[in-house]
T-cell receptor
Framework: AQSVSQHNHHVILSEAASLELGCNYSYGGTVNLFWYVQYPGQHLQLLLKYFSGDPLVKGIKGFEAEFIKSKFSFNLRKPSVQWSDTAEYFCAVNVGVGPGGGADGLTFGKGTHLIIQP | ETGVTQSPTHLIKTRGQQVTLRCSSQSGHNTVSWYQQALGQGPQFIFQYYREEENGRGNFPPRFSGLQFPNYSSELNVNALELDDSALYLC?????????????FGEGSWLTVV
């Protein structure tokens, strides 16, 4: 079974700092990769996803992520964070075919709690 | 807004009782999945329904069961509640027919078992 590891459980940054959140997965085959964000009191929202093609994917709100197959990594980046980026960030993977997650659903990491100080 | 609505938003149950959580999928979505998110953890996949049939299941015991109705709304039932079942339960909907479609999550139902 696949698993996802997020390296930092808590990250505190100042506004305008650059952000990189690490995500590694374990699975030897083809994967689909996602980053979700959960703002306080709100639903999980998709930031970006990788299915195939260009390993550098751009998402909403200025976020991007790079899929490095040889490192089994899918790190999330943002060049300049804002106070409004304070949230919980989840990396997820599935090995199914199609957006429904296939028969195995999405496997999430434990999340990174990001706090941006004004 | 994701178009995925869940009810109730909060509820408290006693150990040993049964609970039913409900989910209304986004219009046109024929796939619904359920996740359990314990405090401080990422969501864990419970099961998935596609066109009213379960077509995938995570590592959850049989006392976790579900239904999907012809209008693609869904229920999650948990029998013989245990204290560890206290969590946020998330419903997600999607369309399996088109690759690249997004999975949309509801805001969840908070279950507390005492």
């Amino acid at each position: 079974a696949q698993s996802v590891s997020q390296h930092n459980h808590h990250v505190i940054l100042s506004e305008a700092a650059s952000l990189e959140l690490g995500c590694n997965y374990s699975y030897g085959g083809t994967v689909n990769l996602f980053w979700y964000v959960q703002y306080p009191g709100q639903h999980l929202q998709l930031l970006l996803k990788y299915f195939s093609g260009d390993p550098l994917v751009k998402g909403i709100k200025g976020f991007e992520a790079e899929f490095i197959k040889s490192k089994f990594s899918f790190n999330l980046r943002k060049p300049s964070v804002q106070w409004s980026d304070t949230a919980e960030y989840f990396c997820a993977v599935n090995v199914g075919v199609g957006p429904g997650g296939g028969a195995d659903g999405l496997t999430f990491g434990k999340g990174t709690h990001l706090i941006i100080q004004p | 807004e994701t178009g995925v609505t869940q009810s109730p938003t909060h509820l408290i149950k006693t150990r040993g009782q049964q609970v039913t959580l409900r989910c209304s999928s986004q219009s046109g979505h024929n796939t619904v999945s359920w996740y359990q998110q314990a405090l401080g953890q990422g969501p864990q996949f419970i099961f998935q329904y596609y066109r009213e049939e379960e077509n995938g299941r995570g590592n959850f015991p049989p006392r976790f069961s579900g239904l999907q109705f012809p209008n693609y709304s869904s229920e999650l039932n948990v029998n013989a509640l245990e204290l560890d079942d206290s969590a946020l339960y998330l419903c997600a909907s999607s369309t399996q027919s088109r690759p690249g479609n997004t999975i949309y999550f509801g805001e969840g139902s908070w279950l507390t078992v005492v």
